[in-house]
C-alpha cells in the first residue's frame, strides 16, 4: 500500500485547480500529492466549455495564460419567453474546448512536478482511524486526506460523504460544424441564451456557443435543465437545432450535480470540490466555480496536515463563509426566481431594466468584482449609475 498525504480523485479543473493552488502555498507538499484520474488526457468531457472572466482571472492568479484554441465572446443575445434583449459588455465569455483545455492544465501541473496517474479509476474508498483506504484499477492507496474532484458522480462523495441524488440537472448538447452562414454568432463573436421554453415548464435554457473544433468553426448547441424536466428536452433540442443545421447532429448528454445551501461539503478525511460538491443551478456552469473551490479546499488540506485537525468542519464553514458561498446561495434564490412560479415578473424585471442586465451579467461573470460585493452596493448602483 502506498502511502500519500493527499490523494486527489480526478484531475478536471477542480482536482487540477486544487493541485495548482496547493502548489502555490507550499510546492513541497502538493509535490508529494497524488492525483488519480481514470481517464487518459486529452479526454473528452461532455461541456459547452464556457470560461467565464472569473475562470480567466483565477487561471491568470496561477500564472497560466489561455494558450488553447478558443473564441472570444463580446456580445449576447438572449431570448426570454417574451421578447429578445441582446447586450455587448466587453469580455463575456472565452469558448474552449475541454479535451484540449483539461490536458493543459494536466500539463502545468506536470510542468510543476505533480504527480498524475491516468488511466486509473478509483473503485472503493474507506475510512479508517488515520485516513483513508483507496482502491483502484491499478493498485490500492492511503491517504490521510482525499480530496473528491471527480465530477457529478462522484464516488467520494457517494462513498464516503453521502449521496443527494435530489440535485442533479441534466444537459444535452450536439457540435454542429459552420459551413454555410447558418448562424451569425460565430464572426460576430456571438452566444445566444435562449429561455423561453420556461413558459412552457422547463426549469433551464437552450445555447448556441462559438467554437473551434479541429481548426473548424462550430456552434455548440445545447439544453440544460434542472430535475424534474418539465419538457421533453430531447424534442426541445431538436425544435432549437432547426435553426442551426438540417443534417442529424450527435447528442452528448450528462448530470449536473449542483449546490444546495447546507449541503455536506466534507467528512473526515475528505473534502469534496467542484461539481462533486455542487455546481450553479441557475445555468449549469462550474469551471470557475471549481477552480474556487480548488482554492479553499488546497488550503483546507494544508492546514488539515499541519495541524492534524482533520474533521471537515474548517472547509465547510470557509466555503459557506467566502464569496464562493455567498454565490452559491445567491445563484439558488436567483434560480427559484426565474424557474419558479413568479417567473414572469423576473423576466419582465431583466427585460425592462439595462441597468439591471448588465449588473446580472458583471455579477454573475465576477466582473470589477461584483460577485464580491454586497447586496446593498448592487441596490445602490442600480438606482443611481
Ligand atoms: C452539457 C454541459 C455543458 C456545460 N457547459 C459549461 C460551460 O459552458 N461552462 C462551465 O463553466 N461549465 C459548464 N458545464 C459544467 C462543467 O462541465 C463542470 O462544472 C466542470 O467540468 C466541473 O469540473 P470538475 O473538475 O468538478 O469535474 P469534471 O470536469 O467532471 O472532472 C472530473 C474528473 O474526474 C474523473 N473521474 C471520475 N470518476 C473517477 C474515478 N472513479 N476515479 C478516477 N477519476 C475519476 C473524470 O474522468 C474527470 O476527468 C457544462 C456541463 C455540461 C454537462
Redesign the pocket.
Known amino acids: 500500500v502506498e502511502s500519500y498525504p493527499l490523494i486527489i480523485?480526478?484531475?478536471?479543473?477542480?482536482?487540477t485547480g486544487t493541485a495548482l493552488h496547493l502548489h502555490r502555498r507550499d510546492p513541497a507538499l502538493a509535490r508529494e500529492a497524488l492525483i488519480?484520474?481514470?481517464?487518459r488526457h486529452p479526454?473528452n468531457?461532455?461541456?459547452?466549455?464556457?470560461?467565464?472572466p472569473s475562470?480567466v482571472e483565477r487561471l491568470a492568479g496561477l500564472d497560466i495564460e489561455l494558450r488553447v484554441p478558443h473564441v472570444r465572446v463580446t456580445s449576447t443575445e438572449v431570448t426570454t419567453p417574451s421578447r429578445k434583449v441582446e447586450l455587448s459588455d466587453g469580455d463575456l465569455c472565452w469558448v474552449i474546448r475541454r479535451a484540449e483545455f483539461d490536458a493543459a492544465l494536466v500539463e502545468a501541473c506536470r510542468e510543476r512536478g505533480l504527480a498524475i496517474r491516468e488511466g486509473e479509476?478509483?473503485l472503493a474508498l474507506e475510512r479508517d482511524g488515520r485516513g483513508v483506504r483507496v482502491r483502484t484499477t491499478g493498485g490500492t492507496y492511503h491517504a490521510r486526506m482525499v480530496v473528491g474532484?471527480?465530477?457529478?458522480g462522484s464516488?467520494v462523495r457517494r462513498r464516503l460523504v453521502g449521496e443527494d441524488r435530489r440535485r442533479m440537472a441534466r444537459?444535452v448538447?450536439c457540435d454542429v460544424p459552420l459551413s454555410d452562414g447558418t448562424w451569425s454568432g460565430f464572426v460576430s463573436q456571438r452566444y445566444d441564451f435562449d429561455f423561453r421554453q420556461v413558459a412552457g415548464g422547463l426549469p433551464g435554457y437552450r445555447w448556441a456557443f462559438p467554437c473551434w473544433i479541429d481548426g473548424r468553426p462550430h456552434v455548440n448547441v445545447?439544453i440544460y435543465s434542472l430535475e424534474p424536466l418539465g419538457v421533453d428536452v430531447n424534442r426541445s433540442l431538436s425544435d432549437y437545432l432547426d435553426a442551426f443545421t438540417n443534417q442529424p447532429a450527435r447528442r452528448q448528454a450528462?448530470p449536473?450535480h449542483y449546490y444546495r445551501p447546507g449541503a455536506p461539503l466534507a467528512a473526515p478525511h475528505v473534502l469534496l470540490?467542484?461539481?462533486?460538491a455542487g455546481?450553479d443551478p441557475l445555468m449549469?456552469?462550474?469551471?470557475?466555480l471549481?477552480l474556487e473551490y480548488g482554492a479553499l479546499a488546497a488550503a483546507a488540506a494544508q492546514r488539515a496536515l499541519e495541524t492534524g485537525d482533520f474533521s471537515g468542519a474548517g472547509y465547510q464553514r470557509a466555503v459557506e463563509a467566502s464569496p464562493l458561498g455567498k454565490k452559491l446561495r445567491r445563484l439558488c434564490m436567483v434560480t427559484r426566481l426565474f424557474y419558479g412560479r413568479g417567473w414572469r415578473l423576473w423576466f419582465a424585471l431583466a427585460e425592462r431594466s439595462v441597468r439591471l442586465r448588465t449588473l446580472g451579467i458583471r455579477w454573475y461573470n465576477g466582473i470589477d468584482g461584483w460577485d464580491r460585493r454586497s447586496g446593498w452596493e448592487a441596490l445602490r448602483a442600480l438606482l443611481t449609475t
Not at 449549469?284 to 470557475?288: D, V, Y
Open positions: 480523485v480526478g484531475s478536471g479543473p477542480a482536482g488519480l484520474e481514470k481517464a479526454r468531457k461532455v461541456c459547452a466549455g464556457g470560461l467565464i475562470a479509476a478509483v474532484a471527480d465530477g457529478s464516488i444537459a448538447m445545447g450528462f449536473i470540490v467542484g461539481d462533486a455546481a449549469g456552469e462550474g469551471i470557475s471549481a
